[in-house]
């Protein structure tokens, strides 16, 4: 862990040079700083000599390759915190705790240069004196070759338009690196007012993994500390989509919508509403898509928040629970899952990598069993209608008796959980003396049942509903309508992903949900391994 949760770093290279050298400069102070690592961009400052204003880099070409060169290296650093500050003027939301500066940059003795960084970041981010103050060396192995001036054909003193007030909208879900290279290009082009719109509602239903995106709360809040770090004098609005047009088509201050290559038509979009309502067209500003070099096959190739979520299937969430009158051994996951959400498949993976399964279905079966620990109870409140010729209950008739009626339903649940409670703690006891460390219980009612008390761990296989219904129909011959009745009749991916360590999807081919599992299965292994002593 990087010893500093914090820190500001200096650069004051011509902006041309930043490009080839950002990786090594990122990769340096990455290993320092936890994050937010906030970067001061001032050309031509020299840090050993006197005491110097503010002089913002021209908002224009360079800036912004600059600006994507940096915020390409923290994405590479996953789960680096890098802001890119464009104009001083408050407090830092996260004080810096460390001050840090390229020693190529700052040829000399150095403690001339780690005071001129104190005098900085107090005047210019109200930073308290006497900061740790560092000097990097860069890992040019990740410099990028090339001049480094820059390219000469590139025109240094184009700058870039400017608006009163600009629009951008998005989903802006863990506000990841091409987000804020989009954020930053706003922030150059606004003189007064960003009215942002975050995706929110019936936006997100056809986003991959929306049970993973944030709360729209967060998402906002996030949004708002990042942009009133990087540049504190704009005003901001930030306001949830619950269509794709939202304010954009109404308000007559706007000038300009920032648009990527992939919402290009929809910014046209904007337009021609603008213009049914009587107003001007905004001008279209595209920024470039930022790629993705370390991608898997089923993501995307550019940055996205997508292909961040399906990064977090299969790690830990939050904090698995703590309950003293569990034993720590067999550590316990109750795997839980929606009808046709592939929990059955992940439960044998997990068989495979060594886990005791117990099947609670199977425990099901043998409950209702003539003979078996619910059966003349469950007989006596249902009456004999429910049973076959040879005296087995059947199921497909108890359950048309209790489908919708929520007194019935509870009626046999009173009877039947509590049996396959007893058994699962009786499979458990079997697990621990076949010595074996994980047990894995499958169960589709987990939840519902209260069963996730027997368990350290709650995994949770998820899966869209238009994917859940195909399986369905494909594997019980259901129609696409009872399909439906029964997945409605059934928590929600959200509502178990909100009460989860760990969720797997099974969207993708088979060898993406291996992948998935064994991730998980690994992250596991070194939970339960005890910690080296110091």
């Known amino acids: 862990m990087p010893p500093f949760p914090s820190g500001l770093l200096v650069l004051t290279a011509p902006l041309p040079a930043l490009p080839r050298r950002a990786a090594g400069l990122v990769a340096a102070a990455a290993g320092l700083v936890a994050g937010p690592l906030y970067v001061h961009l001032q050309p031509g400052l020299r840090l050993s000599g006197p005491a110097a204003g503010p002089a913002a880099p021209p908002a224009g070409p360079a800036l912004l390759r600059a600006l994507a060169a940096l915020y390409a290296a923290a994405a590479a650093r996953r789960g680096l915190d890098l802001r890119v500050l464009l104009g001083p003027g408050r407090p830092l939301a996260r004080p810096p705790r460390v001050l840090l500066a390229a020693a190529a940059e700052a040829p000399g003795p150095p403690e001339p240069v780690q ?9 210019l981010y109200g930073c308290p004196p006497g900061l740790p103050a560092l000097l990097l060396g860069e890992d040019t192995e990740r410099d990028v070759g090339g001049d480094p001036e820059g390219d000469p054909e590139q025109d240094t003193d184009a700058t870039l338009p400017e608006f009163l007030d600009v629009a951008v ?153 703590q309950d003293l009158a569990l034993p720590l051994r067999p550590y316990v996951i109750g795997l839980t899952g929606g009808t046709g959400s592939g929990k059955t498949s992940i439960a044998k993976l997990l068989g495979h990598l060594g886990a005791f399964v117990i099947d609670a279905d199977k425990l099901g079966h043998a409950v209702y069993a003539p003979g078996g620990p619910a059966y003349e109870q469950v007989v ?39 049996e396959i409670a007893r058994m699962v703690r009786e499979q458990i006891q079997e697990a621990n003396t076949q010595g074996k460390a994980v047990c894995v219980l499958d169960a589709a009612v987990l939840l519902e049942a209260g069963w996730q ?53 099974t969207l993708w081919e088979p060898d993406v949900t291996r992948q998935q599992v064994q991730k998980a299965w690994n992250l596991l292994q070194q939970r339960l391994s005890p910690e080296p002593s110091p």
């Open 115 to 123: 005071l001129g960084l104190q005098r900085l970041a107090a005047a």
């Open 169 to 321: 909208g998005g989903t802006f879900d863990r506000l990841h690196g091409a987000h804020r290279l989009l954020l930053s290009a706003c922030c150059l082009l606004a003189r007064r007012r960003l009215l942002a719109g975050v995706a929110d509602g019936d936006l997100l239903r056809h986003k991959v993994l929306p049970e993973l995106i944030e709360p729209y709360e967060l998402r906002a809040a996030k949004l708002r500390e990042f942009l009133e770090d990087v540049k504190p004098s704009l005003c901001y609005d930030i306001v949830p989509l619950a269509d794709p047009f939202g304010p954009s088509v109404t308000d007559p201050d706007l000038q300009c919508l920032v648009v990527s290559e992939e919402t290009h038509k929809g910014g046209e979009a904007v337009n021609r509403k603008r213009l049914e309502n009587g107003l001007p067209e905004l001008a279209l500003h595209e920024i470039q898509l930022m790629k993705d070099p370390d991608h898997s096959q089923n993501e995307e190739e550019k940055i996205s928040s997508s292909s961040l979520r399906q990064r977090l299937l299969g790690t830990l969430l939050q904090p698995p629970r």
């Open 380 to 418: 006596a409140a249902f009456g004999a209608e429910i049973l076959n010729e040879d005296g087995t209950i059947n199921r497909k008739v108890l359950g048309a008796k209790v489908f919708g009626n929520q007194e019935r339903l509870k009626s046999l649940t009173d009877i039947v959980w509590p």
């Open 453 to 505: 008390d027997m368990v350290h761990e709650v995994w949770t296989a998820i899966i869209p509903e238009e994917e859940a219904v195909r399986r369905i129909v494909a594997r019980d011959g259901l129609s696409e309508e009872a399909a439906r009745r029964r997945l409605q009749s059934q928590m929600t991916n959200r509502q178990r992903v909100e009460r989860a360590q760990v969720v797997l999807c």
